[in-house]
């Protein structure tokens, strides 16, 4: 019933920084949460969301990759990598990467997340790209 709330929640079309809050500080944070509460708002689906895309799972989607950064690498590296196979999901995705960088609680692969960040469509412009690569 919570994680059913949890993804009720992120799907719908007005702001939900309470709940996007709550989920970096209080799930993701915690490594006894992290990977339970990832995979239940978009790690099981993900695979869904990417090969049969529809407004309200993307949106879930995006929320969850931005703020996605101090979830453990290896709970979030197939996500990450199913994500980028849907250009929508780019921008969301080097938002995550660059919060799992920068975060005091971020969890990157020092190999594998650059190459990940080599296969994202984004302007050439897009704020702190460069500073990431």
């Known amino acids: 019933m919570l994680w059913d709330g949890y993804r009720r929640c992120l799907e719908v079309d007005k ?3 309470a709940v996007t809050y709550a989920l970096w500080v209080d799930r993701f944070e915690d490594r006894t949460t ?3 509460a990832f995979a239940e708002v978009l790690g ?3 695979e869904r969301m990417v090969t049969a895309p529809a407004q309200a799972p993307l949106r879930r989607a995006r929320r969850v990759l931005e703020c996605s950064g101090p979830v ?3 709970v979030k590296e197939l996500a990450y990598r199913t994500a980028l196979r849907l250009p929508a999901l780019h921008p ?3 938002r995550g990467l660059r919060a799992g960088f920068h975060d005091l609680y971020g969890d990157l692969e020092p190999a594998a997340a650059p190459a990940l960040l080599d296969h994202l469509d984004l302007p050439a412009d897009t704020r702190h790209l460069a500073e990431l690569r």
């Open 15 to 17: 702001e939900v920084e």
């Open 34 to 36: 992290s990977a339970t």
């Open 44 to 46: 099981n689906d993900i």
């Open 72 to 74: 453990p690498w290896s």
């Open 92 to 94: 969301a995705l080097f």
